[in-house]
């Protein structure tokens, strides 16, 4: 099944940086959504980009999406240590039927 | 309505006792996940609900594990004679339909001794 892979698996910058996590992924998708993980807690949906689209902005994430390149990017600008999380992909699989995880990059913002 | 509720929260057993855990999804939500998530990974799909119909189960979902979704409101997961490499934290998510995005509960961590 085909599965999204996150880059970097961590990433530390300071408070104020932007931080740019990448997505990879095998076969052709509907729809590819982000989402935020605290420590021991349930995912946080950030954003849904749909195959047809190639950008889409929410507050201070820009995500972006290359169906040719099977990859997509999530940046978050101007961070805070509140952004320290994990952070996943999930692209539907093959039949659009439920949604399939990467590994995830641990972000680490430095006050 | 505020969201995938879970329940419990947390849950210690001993190894060979049967567990049950509860999702209450968004109330217009007619899809229903089930994932397990082990520590520093990724979720791992395990079932999935269109209404009270159980469409697709993973290769992962031994027999011990059974998940129902009665009148297609709530859904319960079900392990059977718990094993340690069941602990995990259980999470549930639920969607408008196919193709929305999927809003998860706080999960349930199963601590196996």
């Known amino acids: 099944s085909q599965q999204g892979e996150e880059d970097p698996q961590a990433l530390s910058i300071q408070e104020g940086e932007n931080a740019t996590m990448n997505c990879s992924y095998k076969?052709?998708?509907?729809?590819l959504q982000w989402y935020r993980q605290n420590s021991g807690r349930g995912l946080v949906h950030l954003i849904l980009?749909?195959?047809?689209?190639r950008e889409k902005h929410s507050g201070r994430l820009r995500v972006t999406l290359d169906t040719s390149k099977k990859s997509s990017s999530l940046l978050i600008t101007a961070s805070r240590a509140a952004d320290t999380a994990s952070y996943f992909c999930?692209?539907?699989?093959?039949?659009?039927?439920?949604?399939?995880f990467g590994p995830g990059t641990r972000l680490s913002v430095l006050p | 309505d505020t969201g995938v509720s879970q329940d419990p929260r947390h849950k210690i057993t001993k190894r060979g006792q049967n567990v049950t855990f509860r999702c209450d999804p968004i109330?217009?939500?007619?899809?229903l996940y089930w994932y397990r998530q082990t520590l520093g990974q990724g979720p791992e799909f395990l079932t999935y609900?269109?209404?009270?119909?159980?469409?697709?189960k993973s290769r992962l979902l031994s027999d011990r594990f059974s998940a129902e979704r009665p009148k297609g409101s709530f859904s319960t997961l079900e392990i059977q004679r718990t094993e340690q490499g069941d602990s995990a934290m259980y999470l549930c998510?639920?969607?408008?339909?196919?193709?929305?995005?999927?809003?998860f509960g706080q999960g349930t961590r199963l601590t196996v001794v």
């Open positions: 998510a639920s969607s408008y339909r196919d193709g929305t995005e999927a809003f």
């Open positions: 076969t052709s998708i509907n729809n």
């Open positions: 980009i749909r195959s047809n689209e």
């Open positions: 999930a692209t539907d699989d093959n039949y659009g039927q439920n949604f399939v």
């Open positions: 109330s217009e939500h007619n899809r």
């Open positions: 609900f269109q209404n009270e119909a159980q469409l697709e």
